[in-house]
């Protein structure tokens, strides 16, 4: 961890954070041409935490605190991890129209729908960083984990599978449609040293 | 004639990224700037003929040096380089008096193409 | 790519077991794979340049155009799960044979086919059967859905089982409250004996003290009036009021009377109620334990009921008498809680079939006919929780089990509810040593 920690130093961070702006931007862009709205995208946030300080971590964000439906989706390649999408159950009707499905919002098509939503934000996010750093994905269907939930009820250090990971986290807002989503996207330990190359790579090419 | 340069940006790579686009012809010193408040710091104390600048950044963001600039009236080219691609982000950057806009990530021949297209090489 | 693994490429596309669509930007139909024309039943040629929505119009409005932009313009891929959406194309259930799906269930995945420059071209949609998972998945809920409502019983269960312990707690506190009142009884007996035969010597003396004052005053003629020894009699006489003195004398001594032998009934019932001296089989008047129990239970009663007694002529039965005080006891309380306002019950008893019956009926709110069969069953109650134990009726059929009797219950909601006690005269034990376990 505190190898990791020194490793991931200003230039590469900042090289990071650059990419993933980027990468936002290009998703945000592609958003609102899906949603035909103006998407509004926080800039993206960086945590390289400590499994245990996961939950404290999460708590400085406020929203966190509500319950919320929890879906996951995996990615793997070069960089693995999993793409959690956080949804406070509001602007779900909306959503449906947003997302094509016509009719009764029924217990079925909302939850297809945020598996929907989960994919195309995680996809969309991820895609953008994989292409600047020269790298394919591949992605695995999303499931739903847990409805009307914390997170903090959510993720326990114990169920949890590795000890550090890179978290990034990103808020993702309809405005006219009083929809919002959290996203945070897990790096597992395994995909640092693939990253501190490509961003390396990059840092080189100046 | 351009004299001089400023790049604001909040990223060092993407500064870096930015003056190595830029056109060999204009053998001129080259400022930094973090945020908008350094570069309206800079700008009125070297009076650069060039403003490279992104959006999104701490302190004072692109559309408020934009605006500042805009209200002195003053008429120094300003070239916008962001990753806020939206079409919102691109016509309140034009509509503040921005000369032009690319999109990051950048291709290595879009400042050269741009500035030849201000007439400005 | 040389032309024999384009080959190779191209066969094993068209055979692989899972279906597989290409689709154009405009939505039409490029590929349509060996899998798709076998569960679809349409061949490639009838199908090909068509556009999928236009063939297959129910995947219009749900969701599907949106996943299918959202994999060209974000290059992402989009699903579909059987969980949420069975099947995109409605095939025929592959498991035929055995199976509870009436149609195959499917996963699908939208895949962007991406050029050399970047640009999504056009969509691979797979299509794979899920049958399997979907009906192993669906068993696996139902038999985790049947293990819930298991582990529900078991808490219900686990919950009445602390009832009964918290019952048979309070059931022994009162057994010790009982002993205890029989204790307090018999202490108060011996002051009540002595105070009692003392009152009975003070009236023979004050009843020999006044006659022997009407002897007096019958000489008082005799004395002289003028006298000043007459003069302070008749002083005295008014200044203690003799005449009230003498009428109240007698009142008094009454009510003292009346006031012991209360005491004396009190005690007597509290020791015929709890029979700590009595737990063998002994012949029993039931009309003397019904009135000692109404006068224990008198406090629950008095305030919702008049009590009426249409006791008719009963010899006295074999018995543990305390057990059937507190079947006695159950009954008239039950009978008083199920009055709301104000009612009666009412008493009765006979002779039968070489045995005694007693009724008690209440014009209480009446049980309804669906709950009237299970009202003998342990913990069953139909008073607010909290206030019914579940126990008191059972535990008063047990007894009247073991006395070889009979015990029913009639009842009409809104009217009332009677119950009906038969007890043989003279118990037979086949096993005598059984009987007395009480």
Known sequence: MIQTK??????????????????????????????????????????????????????????????????????????????????????????????????????????????????????????????????????????????????????????????????????????????????????SEESFPPLMNKLDQMLDEL | MIKSILVVDDSKMSRKLVIRALPEEWDAPVYQATNGLEALEIFHDKSPDIIFLDLTMPELDGFGVLAALQKEDNKVPVIVISADVQTEAYERAIGLGARAFIQKPMSPGDVRKVVQELHLL | MDEKVSHLVNMAVSQINAGMVILDADHNIVLWNRFMQIHSGISEDDIKGKNLFDRFPDLKGSGIEKKIDSVFLLKNLAFTSWEYRPYLFKFANTHSVIGDEEWMQQDCTFSPMIDESGTVTHICLSVFDATNTATYQKKLLRASGSLMKQRNTLA??????????????????????????????????????YVNSNVSALEGYINELLQMLAAYEVCEPALDQNNALTEA??????????????????????????????????????????????????????????????????????????????????????????????????????????????????????????????????????????????????????????????????????????????????????????????????????????????
């Open chain 1, 6 to 187: 020194e490793q991931f130093d200003e230039d590469r961070r900042d090289a990071l954070q650059e990419v993933v702006n980027i990468a936002m931007g290009q998703a945000g862009d592609s958003l609102a041409k899906l949603f035909g709205t103006f998407v509004e995208l926080s800039i993206p946030k960086f945590h390289l935490c400590d499994v245990n300080e996961l939950n404290q971590e999460l708590s400085k964000n406020s929203t966190y605190a509500e319950k919320m439906t929890i879906l996951r989706q995996p990615f793997s390649g070069q960089l693995r991890g999993e793409g959690i999408a956080l949804f406070n159950n509001s602007g779900v009707n909306e959503l449906a129209v947003l997302m094509g499905y016509e009719g009764e919002v029924t217990y079925s098509n909302e939850r297809e729908m945020l598996l929907d939503v989960c994919s195309i934000l995680v996809g969309a996010c991820l895609n953008g960083v994989a292409s600047q750093l020269g790298i394919s994905l591949s992605y695995t269907a999303p499931t739903i984990i847990t409805k009307d939930t914390t997170t903090e009820k959510f993720f326990k250090p114990e169920s949890i599978q590795w000890r550090y990971a890179m978290i990034m986290e990103v808020c993702l807002t309809l405005e006219q449609y009083d929809f919002t989503s959290n996203m945070l996207l897990f790096l």
């Open chain 3, 156 to 193: 219900e269960i686990n919950k009445k089982l602390e009832e009964a312990q918290n019952q048979l707690l309070q059931s022994e506190k009162m057994a010790a409250v009982g002993q205890l009142a029989a204790g307090v009884a018999h202490e108060i007996n011996n002051p009540v004996g």
């Open chain 3, 233 to 438: 009699l008749e002083q005295a006489k008014k200044s203690i009021d003799l005449d009230y003195l003498k009428e109240d004398l007698i009142d008094l001594l009454k009510e003292s009377k009346e006031g012991l032998d209360r005491v004396k009934k009190i005690v007597q019932d509290l020791k015929d109620f709890s029979h700590v001296d009595e737990s063998e089989w002994q012949h029993a008047d039931l009309h003397k334990g019904l009135d000692s129990t109404l006068n224990v239970v008198n406090n629950e009663i008095k305030y919702k009921a008049e009590v009426i007694k249409n006791y008719g002529e009963i010899p006295e039965i074999k018995c543990l008498s305390s057990q059937i005080n507190q079947v006695f006891m159950n009954l008239l309380v039950n009978a008083a809680h199920a009055i709301e306002e104000r009612g009666t019950i009412t008493i009765s008893t006979g002779t039968k079939d070489n045995g005694v019956w007693v009724e008690i009926e209440d014009t209480g709110s009446g049980i309804s006919q669906e709950k009237l069969p299970r009202i003998f069953e342990p913990f069953y109650t139909t008073k607010p929780v909290g206030s019914g134990t579940g126990l008191g009726l059972s535990l008063s059929y047990n007894i009247i089990q073991k006395h070889k009797g009979i015990i029913s219950v009639e009842s009409e909601p809104n009217k009332g509810t009677r119950f009906y006690i038969w007890l043989p005269i003279d118990i037979e034990f086949d096993d005598n040593s059984n009987a007395n376990v009480a």
